[in-house]
């Protein structure tokens, strides 16, 4: 199983949908994960789905960015809407994925940036 993430440019109040597929057959996303990381500083946690289902996200990021999961296409997508400048970063999806040969194990895609210009 591989994780590959796609990311852009896109102007400070424009909207961007992140999406993250996992390559493979028969396969069950747990959990997904997608993290950033600014320039100069720590990566922190974004959002989180769970079984396709429950949701979390970092409090200051819940009215504006929406995670979700197409379990046909195996894909983690991160629609984020109203965007800042500061919202530039590093993107990066995880997800703990199940399959019949390995079972349950964490991948981590490449990262991806995203440049929100002023």
């Known amino acids: 199983v591989q994780l590959q993430a796609w990311g852009g440019l896109v102007k400070a109040g424009g909207s961007l949908r992140l999406s993250c597929a996992a390559s493979?057959?028969?396969?069950?996303?747990?959990?997904a994960t997608w993290y950033r990381q600014a320039p100069g500083k720590q990566r922190e946690l974004v959002a989180m789905i769970t079984k396709g289902v429950s949701t979390s996200y970092i409090d200051s990021l819940t009215d504006r960015f929406t995670v979700s999961v197409d379990t046909v296409k195996n894909t983690v997508y991160l629609q984020m809407n109203s965007l800042r400048p500061e919202d530039t970063a590093n993107y990066l999806c995880?997800?703990?994925?199940?399959?019949?040969?390995?079972?349950?194990?964490?991948?981590w895609g490449q990262g991806t940036l995203v440049t929100v210009s002023s």
């Open positions: 493979g057959h028969a396969l069950i996303i747990n959990t």
């Open positions: 995880t997800a703990n994925i199940w399959t019949a040969a390995r079972g349950s194990v964490d991948y």
